[in-house]
Structure formats: C-alpha cells, structure tokens
C-alpha cells in the first residue's frame, strides 16, 4: 500500500469497526445462549488487537447466527401450524354459519338465511375466491328466494349485484362452468324482476345470460346443465315476449323447451321433464289465445292433466298448485271460447284446489294472483248466467288483490287486476242497469292504462282500451248527450291501432264487433244513416274471422249485433229489406244461442228477431208474420222472467200490446201473455 494512502485506509478500518460495533449493540437476542456468544464478540471486538481476535469474534458471531436460524425455522414452523389451525377454524366456523344458513332455508327464512351465508363468506376472506365462491352463491340464492317469495324487487336488486360481482371473480380465476352456473341464476333473478316491473332492457338481459351460459355449456358435454339454461331460456323469452305484438318470439320460447326436453326426459327425471313440459304448455296457452283454433289450448290442458295424474299435494304442494293454477288459466280461456259453463267452473274448481297451498302469510303473490283469476272466471261465468251474486263475489276477489298486488310493488299485475275489477264493475252495472258502477269500471280501466302502456304492453294495452270502450257504450247508452259514446269509438279506435287483423285476428274482430255497438247508438242520437251503416260493416268485417267453425259463440253474438244495426236501419226505411236482413241474421245467431246452451243470450235475440218479424209483418200485411213475432217476444219475456233479469230490456210489453191489437185487426187470434221489463238487446 503506498504510504501516502496509509492514514486514510487506518481510518477506513476504524469507522468499518465502530459501525460493527454499534450493530453487535443493537443485537438483543431473546435466547440466552445466543446474547451471550454476542456479549463475548462484543467484548473481544472493544479490545481488538490482532487478526486472530477478530476471527474468534467472527466464530462467535457465526454459532449465534446458526442459532437464531435454528429457532427462526422453529418459529416458521409454529407460525405455519397456526395458521393452519386458523385456517381450519376459519372454515370450521364458516362451514357452522352456512349450516346456520341451510337451516333457516329449511324454516322459510330466506333474509336470515341470506345474512348466515354473507357472513360466512366473510369468514373465508383469507382462504380465497374458490373457498368463498360456494357462500357467495347461496347468499345470493337467498336473496333471490326471499325477494322472489315475498314480492320484495329491493332484495331482488341485491340478489342481481352479488351474482354480478360473482361474475367478475369467476371470470378472473378463470373459472367458465362456474361462471356458466352464475350466468344461469342471474338469468332467473333477471326474469323475475323484469316480469315485475316490466322492464324490457332486464328481460333481454336474462335472455343474454342464458345465451352467454350456453356457449359453455352443451348437451355433449354438460347436457343436464345444457337442458336447465334452455328452460330458463324459455322461460324469459315468454316473459319478454308474451305482452308483445308477435308471435315469434314466443315460437322461440316453445322452442327452447323442446330442446330441453330432448335431456329432461320423462323416464331420465320426471320432476324436470314435468316442469318444462308446463313452461310448454303456457307458451301454448299464450300462442293459443292469439289464434282462431283451440287446438294449442287442448294441448296444454291435456298437459296439465298428465302432469295431474302423478302429482299430489303432499310430494309437491307448490309445483302442484302451480299446475292446478295453470290449468285453471286454460280452461278459462277456453271456457270464453267456447262459451262454455262447464269449463268455466271447472277452471274455479282448478283455482281453489291451488289457492289452498298459496297461502297469503306465506306467498303473498302467488295469493293475490289466485285470487285475480278467481275473480276472471267468476265474472265470465256471472255475465253468463246473469248473476249479480257472481259478479259481486268477483269484485271482491279484485280488491282482495288489490292488496297486495299494489301499484309499487308489481305494477303490471296491479293494471291487470285495474282492468279485471273494471270488467266486474262493468258486468255488474250492465246487469243492474247502474250508471254508478259503470263510471267505477271506467275509473278502474283508466287506472289500469296508468300502466298498461302502448309503448311497454301494447296488446294489454290495447285489451283495456276495448274495455274502456265497452264500459263508456253501456254508460252512453243510460245518458244523455253524445260524448261518452264519442269517447267509446275514440277508445275502440286505439284498440285497433294494435289488435291488428294480422296479428291478433280474434281481438281484432272482437274490438271490430264492439264499435258496432256505439256506432249504432251515435246513429240513432244524431240521425245519422252513415253512422249506422258504418256499424254494419264493421260487423260484417268481423264475421270474415268470426266464424261459425272457429268461434261459434261469438259468430253468433255478433251475428246478433249485425242484426240489432240492420233493425235500426230498418226502423227509419220504407222498405223490410234491412228487416228482412235483420231478421235472417238473429236466426243465424239462434242457430248457437240456444236456449240450454245460454239462456240469456238466447233470450236477447229471440227479443231481437220478435221486434224485427213485428216491423215485417207490419209492412207486408197479414198476420202470421206478426204472431210469428208475438210468439218470439213471449218466449223473451219468459226467459227474462225465469232468470228475474231487471227492467232494462225496453217496451216488450207495449210491443206485445201493439202486435196482438194489430193481429186482431187483421182477422187473427193471439195468445195470453204476460207483463215483462223493457230494454234493447245488443251484446
């Protein structure tokens, strides 16, 4: 070393040595054995004087060195068993709090049950996705149950984001059939708030994640998984696409659930293969409400039925009431078709047997909803039979609804249950001739189109317009003046705009049939031949789809209102060729409406085709024609008698005064008859 850098290398040394002091003073070992081998380096390092002391303070250093790695390894492995052990307790106690969970599944509890699986998620924090993932799923199970159950959309809400935050996860670890399971649950939560609040963007949104779900999933591969995403398809393309203006997206629906029942055979898992099979058939049931036959409505009755024969009350309460409900919904619907009273009380038959499952304290909905379709067949059965008895009953029934389908809460079940209280109302204030209940079925349906909007449900939409104009003709028909007739046309029109023939030909010609009837009123209070001729073709465009082969009775209801518009036209001619006319169309109509089949009706156009063979008879001479009349009239006034039909139908007993004068005067004889009401008869 050159001499010059001597100094500056001595001090070097003497810093380097200080600073190694100073850490052998920092050095506090906690094992004994190990401070005193520092102590003795320490001690040698003060004195150092030679190479020899600085290797002694090195072994030193060295023998404590390998001790405190020795104990460092001891404290490692201590460390490591506990947390082990805490691991364990972790999921010990995570496991414990789902069992929690599941018990209160067991009781019905869902909320509480939703709390028992988040908190025991939040257990699992430390221990990963893949030990969370299971808990996180059942909270948000949960949270589906008891929102769905209990009508709660807030839960429902809840229930969405945890599956979506579930989503993330499964897709960060890379997890697919995982992520296809939450895809698949999602898509139910979706539906079921969608369906509530009739939120398009939602129910597209369940249709993606089922899609998404199935380019996982294959029938190869997953086929169980596969057929259960092709179900929930199903099941929210219905939902979507029930309220609309097309069939195709309901083709769709029936569609995915035959792909499903390609796996959910009846042999491979009958609970499966009978829950699809009832999707099916209320796809049918919508598809068949939208078309002239009723073949598609038998179908799925006879599914219903099937499924009946192997399920019972005591294996499966709610999958079976479900499909007593079910059925219920298609015998009512062909009890409409058909005219049919049998089938009629059969459907509240179905209604009741699902109603002793669906209890209010514990499904609320499902409650209200069977009390909702309780009261439709008791209004169509009360209009029927005339029974103010009936109709009463089921306006009760709609306001038991009421209560807990609440505007907030489902709004479209409560605008449905608005506009079946209106028809109720509407049915009753027709029967008692009471203006007072005919403008409480008028607030009802306005209520209703609160909701019902064209833009979100265009056909019920369009179905409580209809109604709207029925309930304005009856209560403009009992007033004075022109607006409300005014008002039921204007209704009838925006009906129309949607209950195209194209798409839905039985509601088109239905509306088509009913805006006969203000039409005829309109001509007779404003004089006007154009207005009454108008309601003549409307009716006759109506029977082009209403025909005798496809809807007898309501071939022949309108046939009958086709004939109350010629008889008016003929009242104010010369001529008997519209009476003529009218006359052939109430014997047309009586070729259905017979007297065992529907006494009412019946009895409507016998009074009808009377007052039409009068004003012939009038005009042509003689007096058989005029006793031909007299004769119908009777048979009216004794049907109305029999069936203790209030005065609304007009003049019958001075029309029978006149007549039997007028057949004396010819040379005839006439029968005795008795007194009866008065009233006009349209239907």
Not at 139 to 151: F, H, I, R, V
Not at 391 to 401: D, K, N, P
Not at 623 to 643: C, H, I, T, V, Y
Request: with cysteine; aromatic share 6%; hydrophobic share 40%.
């Amino acid at each position: 070393m050159p001499l010059e850098k001597l100094p500056q290398t001595l001090n070097e040394i003497a810093q380097r040595h200080l600073e190694m002091q100073r850490r052998l003073s920092a050095l506090d070992p906690e094992d004994p054995k190990g401070r005193e081998l520092i102590e003795q380096a320490r001690d040698l390092l003060a004195h150092a004087d030679s190479t020899a002391t600085y290797d002694r303070a090195d072994t030193l250093l060295a023998e404590a060195e390998s001790l405190e790695l020795r104990e460092l390894q001891e404290a490692e492995k201590l460390a490591q068993l506990a947390e082990e052990s805490a691991s364990r307790k972790r999921r010990n106690a995570a496991e414990t709090r789902a069992q929690r969970g599941a018990l209160s599944t067991t009781r019905l509890d869902w909320l509480q049950a939703a709390e028992h699986f988040k908190a025991a998620a939040g257990l699992m924090e430390k221990e990963g996705f893949a030990d969370r993932e299971p808990y996180l799923s059942s909270y948000a199970n949960a949270l589906y149950e008891y929102g769905e159950k209990k009508g709660d959309n807030t839960v429902l809400t809840q229930a969405v984001e945890v599956y979506r935050g579930l989503l993330e996860e499964q897709r960060t670890a890379k997890d697919r059939e995982g992520w296809a399971r939450t895809q698949n649950q999602l898509s139910t939560v979706l539906r079921t708030l969608g369906d509530r609040e009739r939120d398009a963007d939602l129910l597209n949104a369940a249709v993606h994640a089922c899609r998404e779900a199935l380019t996982v999933y294959t029938i190869k591969d997953n086929p169980s998984e596969w057929a259960t995403t092709q179900n929930n398809l199903g099941n929210a393309l219905f939902v979507l696409h029930e309220p609309g203006r097309e069939t195709a997206g309901l083709n769709d629906a029936a569609q995915a659930y035959n792909e499903a029942l390609k796996v959910r055979t009846r042999e491979a898992d009958w609970g499966k293969w009978a829950a699809t099979k009832t999707n099916l058939a209320a796809v049918l049931r919508a598809l068949g409400a939208r078309e002239l036959g009723t073949g598609r409505l038998e179908e799925a009755a006879a599914i219903y039925r099937e499924i009946l024969k192997e399920i019972s009350s005591s294996s499966d309460p709610l999958g079976w009431a479900a499909v007593q409900n079910n059925l219920g919904n298609v015998l009512y619907t062909l009890g409409v078709r058909k005219n049919d009273k049998k089938m009629l009380e059969d459907s509240i038959g179905a209604y009741r047997e699902a109603g002793k499952e669906y209890l209010r304290t514990r499904l609320p909905l499902d409650w209200a909803m069977i009390q909702n379709n309780l009261g439709n067949a008791m209004t169509t059965l009360g209009e029927l039979m005339g029974s103010a008895e009936q109709l009463g009953e089921a306006v009760e029934m709609y306001r038991q609804a009421l209560m807990e389908r609440t505007r907030h809460r489902v709004p479209l079940d409560w605008a449905r249950t608005q506009n079946n209280l209106g028809n109720a109302l509407r049915g009753l204030g027709e029967l008692r001739c009471d203006a007072e209940q005919l403008n409480a079925a008028i607030v009802a349906y306005r209520e209703s189109l609160k909701e019902r909007t064209q833009d979100i449900v265009p056909l019920d939409w369009a179905m409580t317009q209809n109604n709207l104009g029925t309930a304005l003709t009856s209560l403009g028909e009992r007033v004075e003046g022109t607006q409300e007739l005014l008002d039921a046309v204007a209704a009838y029109e925006e009906a129309l705009m949607e209950r195209t023939r194209a798409r839905v030909p039985l509601d088109w010609a239905l509306t088509k049939d009913n805006i006969g009837r203000p039409l005829v009123s309109l001509g007779l209070r404003e004089k006007s031949m154009a207005r009454l001729r108008e309601a003549v073709a409307s009716c006759t465009e109506a029977l082009e789809v209403r025909t005798r082969d496809a809807v007898p009775h309501d071939w022949a209801a309108t046939q009958n209102n086709l004939g109350f518009a010629l008889l008016v036209i003929g009242e104010h001619e010369l001529g008997a060729e519209s009476v003529k006319a009218a006359a052939e169309a109430f014997r047309r109509a009586l070729e259905e409406r017979t007297r065992e089949r529907d006494t009412m009706a019946w009895a409507r156009t016998q009074y009808n085709l009377g007052i039409a063979l009068g004003i012939w008879g009038e005009r042509e001479g003689g007096s058989e024609r005029l006793k031909e009349a007299a004769g119908a009239l009777m048979q009216a006034q004794e049907a109305f008698d029999q069936l203790n039909r209030p005065r609304c139908e007009a003049g019958l007993e001075e029309r029978l005064a006149k007549l039997n004068l007028l057949i004396v005067q010819r040379g005839g004889s006439v029968s005795a008859n008795r007194s009866s009401a008065d009233g006009t008869s349209t239907d």
